[in-house]
């Protein structure tokens, strides 16, 4: 009697075990309540860096005086392939390429009548505000308006996402948030509490791991804010590791218990039948 009890309680704790495997730390902000106030990180906006690509328009009342501070870029005229049409113009939505600049190694551009101009270290803002600077005191224009646009900045989501790939930073204040949503946010099986951000800077590369289930510690991570060639990588749950052994069976698997509460039952039905 006393085995059959026994073996009637293993079942009963294999049963419960497996119950309580599902992983709990699926929701996020958990730390996070009604009426709850954060202060958000200072303002984050991106810095350009050698290898960064951008665009540079600039525009006025008098077009053909804007067009000498313009690039040349090409449209495809639609059904001829062979035909291309050349235009200093201000670029509109009809535009197939846009012609942008790219930060040299030394952190420069040519721009055309101003010449070269050390752009690396500074924002988007400083950046158009600098060249419409330059352009009142060259005398060749009293109202330029200059807009800067980011070309090819970029952030790499990997691991359990629902669409792992590179997607365009095409703004300042580009957070770890937007970026798991471009990638369709966490599978199931997605690690809420391991999230890493993997940056470059300089000769290093930094690691920063955010727990997505804590509010407090995302927002005040250096790492919120994303910046140009990050890597996001979320690891995959202890559910997802251990459906990656061979056939699942180890002692903390749930498919284990189960087949060792079935195993016990059977057993018992043979000796007490």
Not at 114 to 132: C, D, N, W
Request: aromatic letters at 8%.
């Amino acid at each position: 009697m006393k085995i059959k009890t026994l073996l009637f309680s293993v079942a009963i704790a294999a049963l419960a075990f497996t119950s309580c495997s599902t992983p709990q730390n699926i929701q996020y902000f958990q730390d996070m309540s009604d009426n709850t106030s954060i202060k958000l990180p200072d303002v984050n906006s991106i810095i350009l860096q050698p290898m960064d690509q951008i665009s540079i328009i600039v525009n006025s009342r008098n077009a053909e005086l804007a067009a000498m501070f313009n690039l040349p870029y090409y449209t495809r005229r639609i059904g001829d392939s062979q035909s291309l049409t050349a235009s200093n113009s201000v670029l509109n939505s009809s535009s197939q390429n846009i012609s942008g600049y790219t930060v040299d190694s030394k952190g420069n551009i040519d721009f055309p009548i101003l010449g070269s101009i050390h752009v690396a270290g500074m924002k988007r803002e400083e950046l158009a505000a600098y060249i419409k600077e330059k352009i009142i005191e060259s005398r060749q224009m009293n109202d330029p308006v200059v807009t800067v646009e980011y070309m090819n900045l970029g952030v790499s989501v990997l691991g359990e996402v629902s669409r792992p790939g590179r997607y365009k930073i095409d703004r300042d204040q580009f957070t770890i948030f937007d970026a798991i949503g471009l990638a369709g946010d966490l599978t199931i099986n997605g690690g809420r509490q391991n999230v890493m951000v993997i940056r470059h800077n300089g000769d290093q590369d930094d690691y920063y791991q955010l727990d997505l289930t804590r509010g407090y510690q995302v927002y005040s991570s250096p790492a919120y804010y994303i910046k140009q060639g990050d890597v996001v990588y979320v690891s995959p749950n202890d559910k997802r590791q251990r459906e990656s052994t061979v056939n699942g069976n180890n002692l903390r698997s749930s498919s284990f218990w189960i087949s060792l509460a079935s195993l016990l039952t059977s057993v018992a039905v043979l000796i007490f039948k």
